[in-house]
């Protein structure tokens, strides 16, 4: 079997829908042509370009579809002509075997629409070349080599430990508005009644060994106040699953967010399972998030935030999100399992009028993770990240981009500073089954990328220094990736100070990036010393 060798690209944040470049295996059953599935896009809008990808020396391209989109077409553009034809599935252009192609699908009406878009590529193979005889040689007197020790199996990362704040004698917990917390009573309103009766300064015990049940979403709207112990607010719906804080200098210390069984992604805010909205002063500590309909934690348009020591866990969306313009926070030791999305995202979208800004991100961690990067800035100002580590990483352990596909902010002004990144990019695996995902197709990230598709951003003065990389997935070719395939801007980018071992065997790629934007100082692979690289 042959591969055709490109870049998976995923857009940041919350939002549905995803646009993806991907690798596919050539065809088993012909000696001729291979065939490649080279694009999908899962939501089409409005007059937009779906697909943009180019492919050299192909045959034929044939377009596959399904889905509520009418008027797509389909089309092919070379140095010396565009072409266009009317998009029915199985509709196909003849292309050039000696020019450059640009494919190319879009829509025509102003009606949004879901689809499932397929391109599919034919290739000729090239001709094997007959293997010459090989000269018989006197066969040696074998030496005994040691075997080397099998490599072993990446060891989970223990989940810390949490210790719950302790509240002032003479606290009132649910239990005096009502509550059971049995886990089986439904507590909805007694809970919420708890909350809206406090007053400034007062604090809500939620007692260790308590489950209280709810079935909508429960509000903090009182400024002050804290919610402390080491008991479990378990959400059963969904649909309305959140907890959501709209006050200021509201503290929650010590208890466990909980969601029953889930049977999708949501995307609104009533399913972030704890909610930050427009408000200043928030403290989040030793808190547990077990289980989300979407994000785990979900930090949207808040100022002046701590959160310090939580564990986010099974969440369908990201572990922790930040967006909508969030600025002056800080994020200590946030312990991050299996999400369903990116581990910790800072997210700034056009539309926010405002990226996300002074946030730093302190000793994150990653274990194990269904689909997304590790930690990721997609869009952002005076973002830091310090002491990561991540460990088996679905795309790239580590990602700062600026996406057209979601319409975000440029970067400026990034700093990742010391870390450890393990076993990255498991969904690039070319079988299914080997990836955290199988139903979802590969991701070919390697463990750091760095990627520009919005034209009108830059992404500029990003430092990433004293960083290890082990084992990244050698189907996930390089370990580090810095790409704008339209030459979008990305100026000042230095990476110093960097250790690869294992794995690929390929250390570095870069596409569309000047040589004179990029320095590289200080890089070793496998213990071997690589050659500097002064761009600016």
Request: charged fraction near 15%.
């Amino acid at each position: 079997m042959t591969f055709t060798r490109t870049a998976l690209i995923t857009a940041g944040g919350l939002a549905a829908g995803a646009l993806a470049v991907l690798a596919g295996p050539a065809s088993a059953d012909s000696n001729v042509t291979t065939v490649d599935e080279i694009a999908k896009i899962a939501r089409l809008s409005s007059s937009q370009s779906l697909v943009s990808t180019r492919v050299a020396h192909k045959d034929q391209a044939v377009l596959q579809f399904d889905g509520s989109c009418e008027s797509l077409k389909f089309g092919a553009k070379t140095k010396s002509k565009t072409r266009w034809v009317t998009g029915e599935s199985g509709v196909s252009l003849k292309l050039s075997k000696k020019a450059r192609a640009k494919l190319m699908v879009k829509r025509e009406n102003t009606q949004a629409c879901e689809a499932t878009v397929r391109i599919l590529t034919k290739v000729r193979k090239p001709r094997p070349k007959p293997t010459p005889t090989p000269t018989p040689t006197p066969t040696p007197t074998p030496t005994p080599t040691p075997t080397a020790p099998p490599t072993p199996t990446p060891t989970p990362t223990p989940e810390p430990t949490l210790t719950p704040g302790t509240p002032p004698s003479g606290t009132l917990s649910p239990v005096d508005f009502g509550a059971v917390g049995d886990g089986v009573k439904d507590d909805t309103l007694a809970l919420q009644k708890a909350f809206d009766s406090l007053t400034s300064g007062q604090t809500l015990h939620i007692p260790t060994g308590k489950t209280f049940r709810h079935t909508a979403v429960l509000t903090i709207r009182t400024a002050g106040i804290s919610l402390v112990g080491g008991g479990v607010l378990l959400a059963t719906n969904e649909a309305t699953s959140a907890v959501a804080i709209k006050a200021d200098n509201v503290t929650i210390d010590g208890p466990t967010f909980r969601m029953g069984t889930t049977t999708q992604r949501w995307v609104a805010y009533e399913q972030m399972k704890l909610r930050v909205g427009s408000v200043t002063g928030t403290q989040i500590r030793n808190v547990v998030i077990d289980g989300s309909a979407a994000a785990g934690l979900y930090v949207g348009g808040a100022g002046n935030f701590t959160i310090q020591d939580v564990v986010i866990k099974n969440t369908r969306a990201d572990g922790l999100h930040m967006t909508e313009a969030s600025h002056d926070g800080t994020v200590v030791r946030p312990f991050i399992k299996n999400p369903g999305d990116d581990g910790v995202a800072v997210v700034s979208y056009l539309n926010d009028g405002a990226p996300c800004q002074n946030i730093e991100i302190t000793q994150p961690t990653l274990d194990g993770q269904k689909w997304g990067r590790a930690f990721s800035v997609v869009g952002g100002k005076n973002i830091t990240y310090r002491d990561v580590y991540a460990n088996g990483s679905a795309g790239a352990a580590l990602y700062i981009s600026a996406e057209q596909e979601f319409n975000t902010f440029g970067v400026s002004n990034v700093l990742v500073d010391g870390g450890t990144l393990l076993n990255s990019n498991q969904q690039a695996a070319t079988t299914a089954s080997a990836r955290p995902s199988p139903n979802e197709p590969r991701i070919v990230h390697g463990a750091v990328m760095l990627y520009n598709s919005q034209a009108s951003q830059t992404i500029s003065d990003v430092t990433i220094r004293n960083l290890t990389i082990k084992d990244t997935d050698p189907e996930g070719y390089d370990h580090v990736q810095i790409l704008s395939y339209n030459n979008e801007p990305q100026v000042r980018l230095w990476l110093d100070k960097v250790s690869i071992s294992g794995g690929s065997q390929y250390p570095l790629k870069t596409l569309g990036v000047p040589s004179s934007s990029l320095r590289k100082t200080g890089w070793t692979m496998n213990g071997t010393s690589l050659a500097d690289q002064i761009g600016w």
